[in-house]
């Protein structure tokens, strides 16, 4: 109503405040926003929205972990709440609890099925999303008790032969057990999975035991049913879990009576069960022999929707055509199999760089994540999720996962060129229009170009890549805003012949305003490495700059302003080889460490092969990288515990690898360890779409001299010019 906004609100909050004896909340907001630019969008909702969400997590688990240290919980607490752990972190003062440590995770799953099961680092399983989890134990009868989470050592690994398949191993005393995880397909139905081998040197029994947690903390469960079979639960009336043989025992506690882990010998037995705070906690129990090993297959159907039926070979025919690698490199050769799989897992229509936390749009991951669909050769994929794009544009031009995010539109006309340029495609009509309007808005947006300051030209302040610092006048931003602009030019060129030429000429001011911007840093800066953005210092917000190198192609590879940002990356900004962001995400990030070792391949430079291996060197041992990695526990501190974007860059980097375009020409096996030509067996990858063309490339190492190099194309028009790099790495 329009009368609210003649209410005193201000006078109001300050006054109940004072009342209070509390801060004044408007004074404060006005300090906080003085430490940054101003901007028409302080923080998108969205990230409010999700932060909000995030620590209210944070705050239940405050109140229940700390005080219940007994229970059993994920491997993250045991470890986050051991004062005998590196892991550990004083609680003191933080009003929530979250984790901050071990945010690790592998999703396991079907092509084009939304629902994404986790596996934590001891095999925990969460079926649904954000939800209750399944563990396995072993228990003898004189009371031993294998728990994974509990345990410092534990062998886990992926297996990919038919889909994702979690392994995880653990032993104790006598006591041995082995769970793998998967999402099968049963009847056209997607079913989670856990199949659990134990073993026990006395008798005992293997326990299936409900948890009202997962990998972030407290997750409800008010009541539990045994079947009347006793091979089956019914969790909160509606969800059903499976067993392949009856339980011969069962016990259900909740809240007040404590975990069921300290009841599971008690003589009396439950068939059900609940909890009015939402802490049930149930544990099915299968004999065991003594010596003998005993399996139990535990199933959990993930979709009851009848209108859709999922094929049996959705991996083979999802990754059918893909670009395949053969190399000598183990580790390089898993991670980049099991990158693919993770881009497959998360495309099931849009795109998500997570499963978990961050299983959600955003057009900045999608465009690094559709880019590695297209180099990889997933082009069906790619394509799909690039027409999911339009819905989301606005009557404006803007393309909008969340408010705030000027680079958007940018990334959105860039990906678009690059489809069409690795296809061959002309731009189909209906995008035409998106196009135009996309990069219209890109123009419209950009804040006058006559007030003499650094800013001037340039995109408005905002919140941008998120990890680069406070609202600011970002270089990041404005360098996509070019990128798209170039990119509309070249896709309506030839159709709209006016438009073209016009966003070209509008690309072709907006970097020389970006230049005269940048060279007012170099004056102030006393050296030409571009700062995050006009009015800041180098600091680790500068990783973003390097996006006019990599993936824009925006400067020459040698670019000075280019490379001396690199320099002061590496010098006062890498931790343990990687790059380590002090900004939010306080931690290693293994994609932006690669974002680092593109432009150093691109420039030639060798030490980008020393970036690589130490990203590989961070990887989980089911080759998942967390979003950020603590540089002392290895485990995630920061965003999601499987980081698609961090997949998509390392297929990214093995593709670059082996053939990458520079300008008019092609630049092939630049990127090719010396280590692997010291060998005999061929190294193939393929067949790789670029953007003149398809090709498949085969090295024949000679240890002792030049390696051969050979390739089959199918090119789009003529062949491109080609130069061959091995020889450089040979030598």
Request: some cysteine.
């Amino acid at each position: 109503m329009s009368w609210m906004k003649w209410l005193p609100w201000r006078y109001l909050v300050k006054r109940m405040a004072h009342r209070h004896g509390f801060l004044d909340p408007i004074a404060l907001l006005g300090k906080l926003h003085s430490f940054a630019q101003p901007s028409e969008v302080g923080e998108p909702i969205e990230l409010l929205r999700a932060g909000v969400v995030f620590h209210a997590r944070g705050l239940i688990n405050s109140r229940v972990i700390q005080h219940n240290l007994d229970w059993v919980w994920p491997y993250w607490v045991e470890r986050q709440f051991d004062p005998g752990d590196v892991a550990f972190i004083p609680r003191a003062f933080s009003i929530t609890h979250i984790n901050l440590s071990n945010r690790n995770w592998t999703a396991i799953g079907q092509p084009d099925v939304d629902e994404l099961p986790v596996v934590d680092p001891r095999g925990l399983l969460t079926p649904f999303h954000d939800g209750w989890s399944l563990d396995a134990w072993v228990l003898a009868d004189d009371g031993r008790c294998l728990i994974p989470s509990r345990s410092k050592t534990a062998v886990q690994r992926q297996e990919l032969g038919d889909g994702p398949c979690v392994v995880t191993e653990s032993e104790l005393d006598g006591l041995a057990l082995t769970s793998r995880s998967r999402v099968v397909v049963d009847n056209g139905r997607p079913v989670c999975e856990m199949v659990v081998t134990a073993r026990s040197q006395t008798s005992g029994s293997l326990v299936i035991s409900l948890r009202p947690a997962n990998p972030e903390g407290i997750s409800f469960i008010n009541k539990v049913r045994l079947s009347d079979q006793r091979d089956a639960w019914t969790v909160d009336g509606k969800q059903a879990v499976f067993f392949s043989r009856p339980a011969e025992e069962h016990h259900v506690s909740d809240y007040r009576q404590g975990d069921v882990r300290i009841h599971l010998q008690d003589r009396e037995a439950q068939s059900e069960g609940q909890c009015d705070v939402g802490m049930v906690t149930a544990a099915a129990l299968f004999k065991l022999q003594a010596g003998e090993e005993s399996e139990l297959t535990v199933r959990v159907p993930l979709k009851d929707d009848l209108a859709s039926v999922i094929r049996s070979d959705g991996w083979a025919e999802s990754l059918r055509g893909h670009a395949r690698l053969e190399c000598p490199d183990e580790t390089w050769q898993f991670l980049y199999d099991a990158a693919l799989h993770s881009l497959v897992l998360h495309s099931p229509e849009d795109v998500y760089p997570g499963p978990y936390t961050y299983k959600r749009f955003w057009f900045r991951d999608a465009a690094f994540i559709i880019h590695a669909l297209l180099c990889a050769g997933l082009t069906d994929r790619a394509e799909r999720a690039l027409y999911q794009f339009p819905d989301r544009q606005l009557r404006n031009g803007y393309f909008r996962s969340q408010e705030g995010e000027w680079d958007a539109n940018g990334e959105v006309l860039w990906i678009l060129r690059r489809f069409y340029e690795l296809t061959g495609r002309p731009l189909p009509s209906e995008w035409q229009e998106p196009v135009r309007k996309g990069a219209r808005w890109i123009e419209n947006k950009r804040l006058s170009d006559t007030t003499g300051q650094p800013h001037a030209g340039l995109l408005p302040a905002g919140f941008s890549a998120e990890h680069l610092g406070p609202n600011d006048y970002y270089y990041w931003d404005d360098f996509w805003g070019i990128a798209g602009l170039k990119a509309a030019e070249a896709m309506l060129e030839p159709t709209d012949r006016e438009s073209s030429e016009h966003f070209g000429a509008g690309a072709l001011e907006f970097s020389q305003t970006v230049d005269r911007s940048l060279a007012t840093c170099e004056q102030r800066l006393k050296r030409p490495g571009m700062p995050a953005s006009p009015y800041r210092r180098l600091d680790a917000g500068a990783i973003g700059s390097l996006a006019i190198g990599y993936p824009t192609q925006l400067c020459k590879p040698d670019d000075p302003r280019l490379l001396d940002c690199v320099e002061f990356l590496l010098q006062k900004c890498f931790v343990k080889g990687a790059f380590y962001q002090d900004m939010i995400h306080s931690g290693l990030n293994a994609y932006l460490t690669l974002h680092v070792a593109q432009v150093l391949l691109r420039a030639g430079d060798p030490r980008f092969l020393e970036l690589v291996d130490a990203v590989a060197g961070l990887a989980s041992p089911t080759g998942q990288w967390p979003e950020a990695i603590h540089p002392a526990t290895g485990g995630g501190c920061m965003g999601d515990g499987h980081h698609v974007w961090a997949s998509a860059e390392w297929v990214l980097m093995v593709r670059n690898c082996f053939v990458r375009e520079e300008g008019d020409s092609l630049i092939l096996c630049g990127g090719i360890p010396p280590r692997w030509l010291e060998q005999d067996k061929p190294i193939r990858f393929g067949p790789a779409p670029t953007s003149f063309g398809t090709i498949s490339i085969t090295i024949t190492p000679q240890p002792g001299e030049v390696p051969e190099v050979t390739w089959e194309g199918r090119w789009h028009d003529a062949e491109p010019e080609i130069e061959v790099r091995v020889a450089e790495n040979a030598a």
